[in-house]
């Protein structure tokens, strides 16, 4: 078994994201939206992961950026830049962004994100938080000692039906206990944005942008 590293509080919030700059963010959602449109979705669900992250009681902070900030990240949040290499070893490189203490990584393709589903985060007890995401992948991943990251996210494979599950395992194999968030599903593509916009809180931005997309459509 691996050795305890207790929580002390609330979690240091991490947003893993990308600069919602058109043919760079959303390309699975063109067609049947143009780049632009793709890309103004792209940063109505950043800025919904944003918002909800804000609202939640957090040691500290941080946009993990590919890219630059824009008008729509609010005060609040350190930036940085993400490293270089694939997703593993940019997800790698995020957490050494933490000081010690309990950490949170989350995506910008779920903005179906509320403050309940990190109740808990950052407790006493596990050693590990996971999210999985219904196509594969995973939406959250979390450490109460954020130095183990490193060793368990690098070699994961990225961007595959399995990547979840291989993800999961290693955090098992290595003695971790493990907490399970819910399941969320992505926004990947258009089917997605409409199933998770249907999902939404009350005045998520995400979903309005999608109606509004819809009406001009007609």
Request: include cysteine; charged fraction near 20%.
């Amino acid at each position: 078994m691996s050795p305890r590293h207790p929580a002390t509080g609330p979690a240091t919030l991490l947003v893993i994201a990308k600069e919602p700059v058109p043919g760079r963010v959303k390309t699975r959602l063109t067609p049947p939206y143009s780049p632009q449109e793709a890309a103004t979705l792209a940063e109505a669900a950043l800025t919904d992961t944003l918002y909800t992250v804000l609202k939640t009681p957090a040691r500290r902070r941080v946009l993990v950026l590919d890219g630059v900030p824009g008008p729509w990240l609010p005060p609040g949040f350190d930036t940085v830049s993400q490293g270089a290499g694939g997703l593993d070893e940019r997800i790698a490189a995020a957490f050494g962004h933490c000081d010690r203490g309990p950490a949170l990584l989350v995506g910008m393709d779920t903005p179906q994100l509320t403050t309940e589903l990190f109740a808990g985060v950052g407790r006493d007890g596990p050693d590990a938080w996971f999210g999985a995401a219904s196509d594969g992948g995973f939406w959250a991943l979390g450490f109460a000692d954020p130095a183990r990251a490193a060793a368990l996210v690098r070699g994961v494979p990225m961007s595959t039906e399995r990547t979840g599950a291989v993800q999961r395992r290693r955090l098992v194999e290595a003695g971790l206990s493990v907490i399970d968030l819910p399941v969320l599903r992505d926004v990947d593509t258009a089917a997605d944005a409409v199933a998770v916009a249907a999902c939404c809180p009350p005045g998520s931005r995400f979903a309005a942008t999608l109606n509004s997309l819809a009406e001009e459509g007609r």
